[in-house]
């Protein structure tokens, strides 16, 4: 009988998903992801079997927890204007965004899942920008959903790189808002 796992798998998945935001994938090394989680190497390949598998997990726990609460918190916004607003300020402004962000730009295009699970996390922004949007129009077509979650990405990276100000978040917020009115 093998010895019980000393640690709890989804305490270091949401650990290494905070690590790999910060870091990168590239910039976070096998010996980062053993001293910041505190498990032993050889725990960390059994369970997840490489660097890879670990940064998967944290993908998805990314996309699951911190992308789609997002999504789920535009949608529940959509019927008021200045709760919507305020949602995608904080987007702006949070670190939901930052491990799909950096997954999009780094490991999409040489991972074809990592770019699989990008394309669902924007697919799901879309989807949650367009019908907030769609509701605050009152009906119509709905407009570029596409271009809100683009637009939400873009500022995200401005303010990550801290070249950007208050002014400019909030006023992209709303540009963000009104991009998926009909």
Known sequence: MGRPRGFDEADAVRSAAKLFA????DGTSVDDLVSH???HRNSL???FGSKRGLYLAALKWSLDHEVTGLAERVAAAGDRREGAYEVLADAVTGTELDLVLLA??????VDAEVARLVGEAFTALDRAVGDAAHTLGKGGARAAPAAATAL??????RARSGTTDEGIIRSGAGLAQ???RP
């Open 22 to 25: 910060g870091r990168t994938y």
């Open 37 to 39: 989680l505190g498990v």
């Open 45 to 47: 390949y059994k369970t």
């Open 104 to 109: 999009a730009v780094e490991r999409a295009p």
């Open 152 to 157: 939400l990405i873009g500022l995200r990276t």
């Open 178 to 180: 009104r991009l998926g």
